[in-house]
């Protein structure tokens, strides 16, 4: 039998672990992360929308992310779901679809009357109003099943960064492993990424950096030492979607590179000195 006096250095032990640890967490400095808005910042305007995507320009995100499927006549649409019930006074399967149909339906008064003009956008128009304003980072969706997909991506990507557009303002990604080992097949100079919702086997990450830039994570599967050994073979690593203030805070300690998030976070405040020694904002 254990006496009292026995527990007591052990619970004392345990306490000071549980306040050191604590304290080591809240002390990590925030650390400076790249802001990526959510299908366009969609806490303020429908998801994968112009508007959403004009938000995040004026809210100062650095990056837009949204979803890319194939229409009925093999145009490059921009919506996340399979068929357009959710976002749109419509029916039907996007591939079923063509560009005439799509553009007749009404893709915003789901979220508020004010937005009863949006209308689903393509990527075509997307790179033309903000390619070079604002990052873009696109996933490809369903691209196992619409193979096709891949090739018309980096097609339309590569003519614009032909006519002038910076690949550095572009990435791409997919939960698709193979059709991302295409991609970056053809379009190298594009930095490519895999989504994961499932835990990560860092045994694959070897195999995964020969075509993977970045590794683009659920964010209840992160963890210091996650992160530190996708950064020891060179990943960046974003998060993903962040809802709450709190969690900007547990992704900004954890050094994620880039955010995902539907609405905007305050970033740490950039300090340079002055001439005189001081600081200034």
Not at 99 to 104: A, N
Not at 154 to 172: A, C, R
Not at 226 to 246: L, N, V
Request: glycine share 6%.
């Amino acid at each position: 039998m254990v006496s009292s006096a026995t527990k007591r250095p052990f619970f004392l032990s345990l306490l000071i672990g549980l306040i050191i640890s604590t304290l080591s967490y809240i002390l990590q400095p925030l650390q400076p992360f790249q802001s990526i808005a959510h299908r366009g910042a969609s806490f303020y305007a429908p998801e994968n929308t112009m508007a959403a995507f004009q938000k995040a320009v004026d809210l100062d995100f650095d990056f837009i992310e949204f979803d890319v499927r194939l229409s009925k006549d093999g145009q490059l649409v921009v919506i996340h779901d399979a068929d357009v019930q959710r976002t749109t006074n419509g029916v039907g399967y996007i591939g079923d679809l063509t560009v005439q149909e799509i553009k007749m339906l009404d893709a915003g008064s789901w979220f508020s009357p004010e937005f009863s003009q949006e209308r689903i956008p393509l990527l075509e128009e997307v790179l033309k109003q903000f390619g070079g304003k604002i990052g873009l980072l696109i996933e490809m969706k369903s691209s196992e099943n619409q193979p096709q997909l891949t090739q018309r991506l980096s097609d339309t990507l590569m003519e614009y960064i032909d006519n002038g557009l910076k690949p550095s303002t572009l990435k791409v990604q997919s939960f698709n492993v193979k059709e991302m080992k295409r991609f970056h097949e053809l379009s190298p100079t594009i930095s490519s990424g895999l989504l994961f919702e499932k835990p990560l086997n860092i045994f694959h990450f070897a195999d995964y950096r020969k075509f993977a830039a970045f590794l683009s994570v659920n964010h209840h599967l992160l963890s210091n030492s996650i992160i530190h050994e996708a950064k020891r073979y060179g990943f960046d690593i974003y998060s993903w979607t962040i809802k709450k203030q709190y969690q900007f805070q547990m992704m900004q300690r954890f050094g994620v590179n880039g955010i995902i998030s539907d609405e905007e976070c305050k970033k740490p405040l950039k300090f340079t000195t002055t001439s005189t020694g001081t600081l200034k904002k």
